[in-house]
């Protein structure tokens, strides 16, 4: 996941606006919200159904105030202002988490016509999340 995080900041997801500029056919609405263009900002920031999905995630994972600004890449460096080192990873892995399982659902909704709500994506984050944490906790 931290290299798929590396290929959201550096905008080098095959996103529609990618596939375009490479001549591929596509379809160029987002497949999760249905309202805009799809790019890395609009897809892993600005889409309604990543934006309900990462709220529950904070919610559930007790992070305050976890509102991406417009700049992912900023925001995303900005966070050792904002956070203590321990609630840095915590937001990190959360993210990084909340990104990976967005795009799977946008490539199943693309590639095999099956769609999930936000909540149900919420709660498979939530469950990796805890499997993480229950695996690294000291015995």
Known sequence: MRFFGWLILHQKTLTAQNLLRRHWPCNWICSLCGEAFEDTNHLFNECSF????????CHWQNIPGAQISDDIGAWWTGLNHIYPKSLQIKVRG?????????????NRRIF????SDENCIARIIQQELDLRRWA???P
């Open 50 to 57: 990543f934006r309900k999905v990462w709220l529950s995630v």
């Open 112 to 115: 095999q016509s099956i769609s």
């Open 94 to 106: 959360s993210l990084l988490a909340t990104w990976w399982n967005v795009w799977l659902e946008r």
């Open 136 to 138: 690294f906790q000291p």
